[in-house]
């Protein structure tokens, strides 16, 4: 048994795609017998996961989900920014640009949108639960635009690590529903299109929400949504510190 397990840990990352594989196969099996297809099994994989995560952290007393099993510590790696980054440009190669161009106008008008509405309904939502200082607002308001856009603002804001670590988990609650839900409303919304796509991943921004709900909705349009989710990224990092946070200071004050 010490062998094997040490097998595992020398060869982590393999095990990683092994283990995510094999939830792939459990979550397609699980959707065509218990939902018909009508639940994509990429979207019973991830709440598979999530249920992983939760074990292996309470298991282990860790901060890192199933990666603090030392068995599965690969995972740590294949989830992190560097694979998980590269993922996201690598999304663009599958982009025709005659699409993205007929997107025009309407394309960039739903990046904005959806930053500054994400930011007014997190930072309301903090309110309501007792915040009242900007940067508090500020950083769980950009937490709700996506969990990466959260820590940036709050970093630079100067926000407590408590309220930051609410801002990551305001984005990761987002990009669940986002994944778990797209499959769902697409038939309702008409997300059946490169163009839909590209303004449904500026609208919602959460890029590995757009993609994986994309994902399990049509991989076609995989390219498209998360194309504008990253710009909704970019463009949630700048305005979260800088005029978001400043007009909202200029409301509520310091």
């Known amino acids: 048994m010490d062998r094997f397990e040490a097998v595992l840990e020398d060869n982590g990352l393999l095990v990683a795609f092994a283990l995510v594989g094999a939830l792939m196969l459990v979550g397609g099996w699980l959707s065509a017998k218990l939902t018909r297809g009508r639940l994509q099994g990429s979207a019973i994989a991830i709440l598979l996961g999530l249920v992983l995560a939760y074990w292996g952290g309470a298991a282990t007393d860790g901060q890192h989900g199933l990666a603090d099993v030392t068995a599965f510590s690969g995972l740590a790696l294949m989830g992190g920014a560097m694979?998980?980054?590269?993922?996201?440009?690598?999304?663009?190669?599958?982009?025709?640009?005659?699409?993205?161009?007929?997107?025009?106008?309407?394309?960039?008008?739903?990046?904005?949108?959806?930053?500054?509405?994400?930011?007014?309904?997190?930072?309301?939502i903090a309110a309501c639960f007792g915040y009242s200082?900007?940067?508090?607002?500020?950083?769980?308001?950009?937490?709700?635009?996506?969990?990466?856009?959260?820590?940036?603002?709050?970093?630079?804001?100067?926000?407590?690590?408590?309220?930051i670590a609410l801002s990551v988990a305001a984005g990761l609650v987002k990009s669940v529903v986002v994944m778990v839900g797209t499959p769902l409303v697409a038939p309702l919304i008409g997300l059946n299109n490169p163009k839909s796509a590209m303004a449904f991943g500026g609208l919602l921004g959460t890029t590995s929400g757009v993609a994986g709900g994309l994902a399990a909705t049509d991989k076609r349009l995989v390219p498209y949504g998360a194309m504008t989710a990253t710009f909704y990224t970019g463009v949630g990092c700048l305005l979260g510190p800088s005029l978001l946070y400043v007009t909202l200071r200029a409301i509520v004050g310091g």
């Open 133 to 163: 200082d900007a940067k508090s607002l500020a950083t769980i308001g950009a937490g709700a635009a996506t969990y990466i856009v959260g820590p940036v603002t709050g970093t630079a804001v100067g926000a407590s690590s408590d309220v």
């Open 83 to 124: 694979l998980r980054d590269f993922a996201i440009v690598s999304t663009a190669y599958g982009v025709d640009l005659k699409v993205i161009k007929r997107a025009g106008l309407s394309g960039g008008l739903s990046i904005l949108l959806g930053v500054v509405l994400s930011f007014v309904v997190g930072a309301v």
